[in-house]
């Protein structure tokens, strides 16, 4: 079974920063790219950021500019450091692990951004 363990969560003001943290099986680490979505009430789950196991990221650009994805090989953990929070980045904050061998969910942290 696929344990994706998420951290960090929480209520912040405008213009605060968290870091995120999911953490995982070594064999998961090494074998599979690594994602955070979240998903806002009443709106679809989007992507905030992607890096592969080589280390490339990707960011889409509502969030560009304000997070970091990067990945600890020493903790099997995965983080999203997110600076400047703004109300519209409140939502649950989803780790995603995927791969060929298969597609994993975290339980979900939630963020809230208070103005």
């Known amino acids: 079974q696929v344990q994706l363990v998420e951290a960090g969560g929480g209520l912040v003001q405008s213009g605060g920063s968290l870091r995120l943290s999911c953490a995982t099986s070594?064999?998961?680490?090494?074998?599979?790219?690594m994602a955070w979505y979240r998903q806002a009430p009443g709106k679809e789950r989007e992507l905030v950021a992607t890096?592969?196991?080589?280390?490339?990221?990707t960011y889409p650009d509502s969030v560009k500019g304000r997070v970091t994805i990067s990945r600890d090989g020493t903790k099997n953990t995965v983080y999203l450091q997110m600076n400047s929070l703004k109300p519209e980045d409140t939502a649950v904050y989803y780790c995603y692990v995927y791969s060929s061998r298969g597609r994993y969910w975290g339980q979900g942290t939630q963020v809230t951004v208070s103005s």
């Open positions: 890096i592969s196991r080589g280390g490339s990221t």
């Open positions: 070594e064999s998961i680490f090494s074998n599979y790219n």
